[in-house]
């Protein structure tokens, strides 16, 4: 299946996915992706400086335009509302090497969607640094990405909720 991250990274070397279920429908899981112009959702004492991400919507971000900045240092590229918003790390390339994500809505039975991540990665660096980077890389993200996106999820179930 082709993700709109394809057309931003040339020739990555990894791919990842990340995916999971959420009993919101796509508006509902959408805004609180916009949500991610302002804090990562992660782990916030590693990636948000110690600042909490915010756990209520935040007016006016669901008002996207390509280029805004998202989690700090990603840039928003591409978006379709309700189905998907497309980063790239334009403004740590040199550091952290290339990488393009899309975090895609597909809708499911009822109220629920699924929130599947891709990630594009092509690594900095000398094959010492690229091969050192290529093994901590998937362990590092899937830890942090498992976070944001349980993160996500609770936060969009509880808004439907209530």
Known sequence: MAFPCDRHLADPEDAYFR???VDAPAPTLFRWLC???????????IDNFGRHSPRQLTPGLEDLQAGQR????FDLVEFEPEVHLTIDL????RL???AAATY????GAASASRLIV???VRHPGGPIESGLR???LPAGDLLMMRKQLRTLKALAEAAEAG
């Open 19 to 21: 995916a999971i279920d």
């Open 35 to 45: 949500q991610l112009r302002v804090a990562p959702y992660s782990y916030d004492w």
């Open 70 to 73: 998202f989690m700090t240092i």
């Open 90 to 93: 334009r403004r740590a390339r």
């Open 96 to 98: 952290l090497g290339a």
């Open 104 to 107: 895609l809505i597909v809708p």
């Open 118 to 120: 891709k990630i594009l």
């Open 134 to 136: 290529r093994r901590l």
